[in-house]
């Protein structure tokens, strides 16, 4: 029994709300929105200061990407010298390695054309 009487009053109420022409017709909505998309014209102020705050976020954009492409530089030319000393360290040793002490190891030793 509870439950329909709470199913009627709610339908009751559906009614009711219905009626009071809570919802708008497509065309008054439409027509609402448009106007509502027409503002004033900025202030000279408003556009200045809207211009500052693009150029701010440009210039702190720039410099963040500035910063990580200097990073990214220097890590590469850490990498790269770490790199290059392997190589001559690894060439240190195969020269000490095959040196008999005679005579320079051939690659001092080759004729250049």
Known sequence: ??????LLI???????????EIFMQESDASNF???????SP????EVNAENRQKL??????????EEQRNEFENFVEEQNDEQEERRREAIEQWRQW???????SYLYNRHHI
């Not at 929105?33 to 503002?39: D, G, I």
């Not at 900025?42 to 102020?45: G, M, T």
């Not at 095959?98 to 320079?104: A, Q, S, V």
């Open 42 to 45: 900025k202030s000279r102020d």
């Open 33 to 39: 929105l448009k106007r509502r998309s027409q503002r």
């Open 98 to 104: 095959h040196y008999d002490g005679l005579y320079p």
């Open 56 to 65: 701010r976020a440009d210039e702190l954009r720039r410099e963040y990407h």
């Open 10 to 20: 709610s339908c009751l109420l559906a009614v009711v709300l219905l009626s009071n």
């Open 1 to 6: 029994m509870a439950c329909r009487q709470l």
